[in-house]
């Protein structure tokens, strides 16, 4: 009899596994979500000179010491073209935002302020701002914006394209290959038609997860129960992939091939593991590639998967696994019963700001999947929790 892992070692041997894959130049247009393997420096100061903050005229301290002040307007300086001639006295030029502001000018008054005629503008008031954007104020040339390890959301590429980057050096995207199994399963909309079958709702959300995590889903497919099949497809999967899940399978019924499928040089890391649900949970490594089986079970597959699969994708992706693991504190709002010999992860949702227990914790149940919030652990002989105590949860 295969003895059972505890949770804590069997979550180190898979964050073990959890190292960035390789860098690779990324287009920063495509780079969102990419984890840098590179800092970021700026190829430009921000702004590259002397900018507008508004749009007015751009004008001499001196001649608008008494006002109102008339001051003849030369020229006008527009965002995107070059610096305008230095300013003389008794001049003013015309200026818009993000427009270089010409040597000579100590402010910008901002157009209603001033009244316009012809060539001549009156400058009536102005406060204390100069609206005046020195050059580098953003950052200047050279310094560092982003760091590596830095994940590049919407708002990192602006500085990222904004520093006048092209390219960016990126941890590659683990290739992730979803294998499933289970003669009874059939893709969602044909069950009804095929009476006996059951509608295939694992591969769709571990896919999602995947991509959440940083991955990239290469190959997603659902094989019969056939062990050779099996086989020619796992063989397929570990070329492509960096990391094969397999979903089912995973029991000691008389068609559970998730493991031999491999043959006999996968590399069993653990083979089972102390936890509730997802007892059946796998992990191995076969050459370069890693090997991920998840229970048949809905519940008990996504439950194995946030545990398991998110941080070690999050992981290959380049970014912390250990941050896909943030154990948090949580008042119960309801009873949580006492735990029996094996570590479970109990499914709640938030109400009114505490956690309560969904009423069903079956592995097959699909419908509390949509209702949980969390995942709250019950460590081995964990006493009953009452309302008002605190448990540990992990988002779901």
């Known amino acids: 009899m295969v003895s059972l892992v505890p949770f804590n070692d069997a979550l180190k041997i898979v964050l073990a596994e959890a190292r960035p894959l390789p860098a690779e130049d990324v287009p920063v247009t495509q780079a969102h979500n990419r984890t840098l393997a590179k800092p970021i420096l700026a190829r430009i100061a921000s702004p590259r000179v002397d900018s507008s903050a508004m749009d007015g005229y751009a004008v001499r301290d001196q001649d608008v010491g008494r006002l109102p002040a008339k001051l003849r307007v030369r020229g006008e300086s527009f965002a995107g073209t070059a610096r305008p001639p230095a300013i003389i006295p008794g001049e003013a030029v015309r200026i818009f935002t993000g427009a270089p502001v010409p040597d000579g000018a100590d402010r910008v008054v901002v157009q209603e302020n001033c009244t316009r005629v012809d060539d001549m503008v009156e400058v009536r008031e102005y406060g204390t701002a100069r609206h005046i954007r020195p050059a580098g104020l953003d950052f200047e040339e050279g310094a560092e914006l982003l760091t590596a390890g830095a994940r590049l959301t919407p708002r990192a590429l602006v500085a990222a394209a904004g520093a006048d980057i092209a390219v960016v050096s990126a941890v590659r995207r683990p290739r992730v290959a979803i294998l499933g199994t289970g003669d009874e399963l059939v893709p969602p909309g044909e069950a009804r038609q095929r009476p006996g079958t059951i509608p295939e709702s694992i591969s769709p959300a571990i896919a999602a997860m995947i991509v959440e995590a940083g991955g990239e889903v ?130 709640a949702k938030w109400v009114g700001g505490r956690l309560v227990r969904l009423k069903s914790q079956d592995s097959s149940s699909q419908t509390m999947l949509a209702n949980a919030d969390v995942l709250v652990r019950r460590e081995v002989g964990a006493p009953e929790v009452l309302p008002g105590e605190t448990v540990r949860y992990l988002d779901f």
């Open 218 to 347: 290469v190959q997603r497919v659902h094989l019969p129960d056939e062990v050779a099949v099996l086989a020619d497809w796992a063989r397929d999967a570990l070329v492509e992939a960096d990391l094969v899940v397999v979903t089912g399978g995973a029991s000691v019924g008389e068609r559970d091939y998730a493991k031999a499928m491999f043959g006999e040089m996968l590399d069993l890391l653990f083979s089972k593991v102390a936890i509730k649900p997802g007892k059946p949970v796998w992990f191995g490594r076969l050459g370069p590639s890693l090997v991920l089986g998840l229970p048949g079970n809905p519940t008990s597959a996504l439950v194995t998967a946030r545990l398991f699969l998110v941080p070690l994708v999050s992981g290959l992706a380049g970014r912390s696994p250990a941050s896909a693991l943030n154990w948090q504190g949580g008042i119960a709002g309801a009873p949580f019963p006492a735990n029996g010999s094996r570590e479970t992860l109990e499914r």
